[in-house]
């Protein structure tokens, strides 16, 4: 399969900042998408990242809060905006990748202060 | 709504014993189910999938899981634990038939004692 990087790792950011977590793939994908896993929680699905048009937001998530790029078909960026101490999660992107199957990231530890 | 039920949250075992994590999903058409570990610190790791055909599928690392449509399940084995197994099981279904939507269970939790 291919090989999933996501940048950071981990961060600790202040209330009121955005922090842009980075997606890249090593190879073309048509499909990413961006998951939230909240302190003891299972993943649930932000939205799915379209190349070339605007990301498809699942209930309860919005794209003024959670910003998402997808320039090409390699790379994508979730912004988590105006962050509160309730956006503290592990982020993770996906990509699907035939036999609809989804491998995922190391995730982005967010903690917010 | 669509669901997907792991009644276990938290299990324990011993090294070399035998291991059965539950899942369960909600009725209706059978969804392509998944099995994914995450270790701590970890992204998550696939273990093996179910679309069709026969109901014992095998996966990486030993696991394997039956799926049975009369109960809705889809459980993961594993015949003798190692101490590497701990970590947080995810059993998760896509209900949209094949666009990937994957529905998630909340977990469960695996510890092995020496």
């Known amino acids: 399969s291919a090989v999933i990087s996501q940048k950071p790792s981990r961060d600790i950011c202040q209330r009121g900042t955005s922090l842009t977590i980075q997606c890249q793939v090593d190879?073309?994908?048509?499909?990413m998408f961006w998951y939230r896993q909240q302190p003891g929680q299972s993943l649930t699905l932000i939205a799915t990242?379209?190349?070339?048009?605007?990301?498809?937001?699942e209930s309860g998530f919005v794209i003024d809060k959670f910003p998402i790029s997808r320039p090409n078909l390699t790379f994508s960026t979730l912004t988590v905006s105006n962050m509160s101490p309730e956006d503290s999660s592990i982020y993770l992107c996906?990509?699907?990748?035939?036999?609809?199957?989804?491998?995922f990231g190391a995730g982005t530890r967010l903690s917010v202060l | 709504a669509q669901s997907v039920t792991q009644p276990d949250i938290h299990i324990t075992v011993s090294e070399g014993a035998s291991l059965e994590l539950r899942c369960n999903y909600s009725?209706?058409?059978?969804?392509?189910l998944f099995w994914y570990v995450q270790s701590p610190g970890q992204g998550l790791q696939l273990l093996l999938k179910?679309?069709?055909?026969?109901?014992l599928v095998q996966g990486i690392k030993g696991f394997e899981a039956e799926f049975k449509r009369s109960q809705s399940s889809f459980n993961l084995r594993k015949p003798s634990v190692h101490w590497s197994d701990a970590a947080e099981y995810f059993c998760?279904?896509?209900?949209?038939?094949?666009?990937?939507?994957?529905?998630f269970g909340a977990g469960t939790r695996l510890a092995v004692h020496p």
């Open positions: 996906s990509i699907g990748q035939g036999e609809n199957i989804q491998y």
């Open positions: 009725y209706g058409a059978t969804p392509y």
């Open positions: 190879s073309q994908v048509t499909m």
């Open positions: 990242a379209n190349q070339g048009s605007e990301a498809t937001y």
């Open positions: 998760a279904a896509d209900f949209s038939g094949g666009y990937n939507k994957l529905i």
């Open positions: 179910y679309f069709s055909g026969d109901t």
